[in-house]
């Protein structure tokens, strides 16, 4: 790992020509990428650490230039090396959503990154080069959090019967998510990041972008693993941007009603978070990153409020529950 640390020091010494270039770590990660900030008097920038036999720098550099295009605050790619891994980026700044929301600011911040998400969804077609959100890759994350939560991290055992409903629940998500508007979605649209810059907000973590469900970063948005919001306060952001979403021509009365909208925004969040569980059980286990395990409370906490009026899906509501009674 030093070796590799001296290398990234000496390509950000050629690409900035700086007498001294020191590291300094600019956020933590849940991949194996690693980022840094390099400063020099008022100059300032990220250093993304990429090891290309876990990571592909490729994707970051071809949502980075979608996104550009379309005006949205994300940072440009300065240099690479693909070769190496390394990425030489403009830098944001170092305050994020999480820590400058509260009640005073929620509607401003979230107002301007809803108008972010419009600009994504309404501008970048699916005929970008995205990979499409498929049935294969929603089934696989609600699957980690089955291995991972519930087997490696609780030793829960499902009986034969729980694990055939619990499939059934599976695939009726995916349903769901199958049947909406097929958009660009970020895929880690949350507070963490989400920057507080001159131009709000600044977007990060794009790199694993697809084209699928138009109510995806909505929902990792609104139901944040990391802050939480009353389900009432939600709902009328909800219902806020569907109507944004008919103005922009993203939805279309015939696509879907608000009812259904909501509909699928709740079973949205119960796919996404199912999975975010079960990452952060990863996470511990695999990674040796425990701190992640703090936010598995809320993260179900959200899908047993949903669960509870949805029938379909009594039995992961029930496993929710009985995962943060345990825990």
């Known amino acids: 790992m030093t070796d590799r640390l001296d290398l990234l020091r000496q390509w950000t010494h050629r690409q900035l020509a700086w007498p001294a270039v020191a590291l300094v770590p600019a956020s933590s990660d849940a991949s194996f990428r690693r980022y840094f900030r390099v400063s020099d008097g008022n100059d300032s920038f990220i250093l993304m650490d990429a090891p290309p036999e876990q ?18 605050h994300v940072p ?22 999480l820590e400058a929301l509260d009640d005073t600011t929620v509607d ?29 890759l929603l089934l696989d994350e609600m699957g980690l959090f089955r291995d991972w939560l519930l087997g490696r991290h609780l030793g829960i055992e499902l009986d034969s019967t729980q694990a055939a409903e619990l499939d059934a629940c599976f695939d009726r998500l995916a349903d769901s998510a199958l049947a909406q508007p097929r958009v660009c979605v970020h895929r880690d649209y949350h507070s963490r990041n989400l920057m507080v810059c001159d131009h709000n907000p600044g977007i990060l973590d794009f790199q694993d ?3 699928g469900p138009v109510t995806y970063d909505l929902v990792s948005l609104l139901r944040d693993c990391y802050i939480s919001w009353p389900q009432e306060r939600i709902e009328d952001w909800v219902s806020g941007y569907y109507e944004l979403a008919l103005q922009s021509g993203i939805m279309r009365g015939e696509q879907g009603s608000e009812a259904d909208f909501m509909r699928w925004f709740d079973w949205m969040g119960v796919q996404r978070h199912l999975k975010a569980a079960g990452i952060f ?47």
């Open 55 to 72: 990571e592909d720098c490729q994707p970051f550099i071809h949502v980075s230039e979608l996104m550009l295009q379309l005006g949205l």
């Open 209 to 211: 972008a697809v084209i």
């Open 76 to 97: 440009q790619v300065i240099a690479s090396d693909l070769e190496q891994g390394f990425l030489l980026l403009s830098d944001l700044g170092s305050r994020s959503y």
């Open 108 to 136: 401003r911040l979230y107002g301007d990154a809803m108008g972010a998400l419009l600009a994504l969804q309404s501008c970048v077609t699916p005929d970008c080069g995205l990979p499409a959100y498929d049935r294969t």
């Open 281 to 327: 059980a990863r996470l511990n286990h695999r990674d040796g990153k425990p701190g992640y395990l703090a936010d598995i409370p809320r993260t179900l906490g959200y899908v047993r409020e949903v669960c509870a009026g949805y029938p379909e899906l009594a039995l992961v509501g029930e496993l929710a529950g009985n995962v943060i009674r345990a825990l």
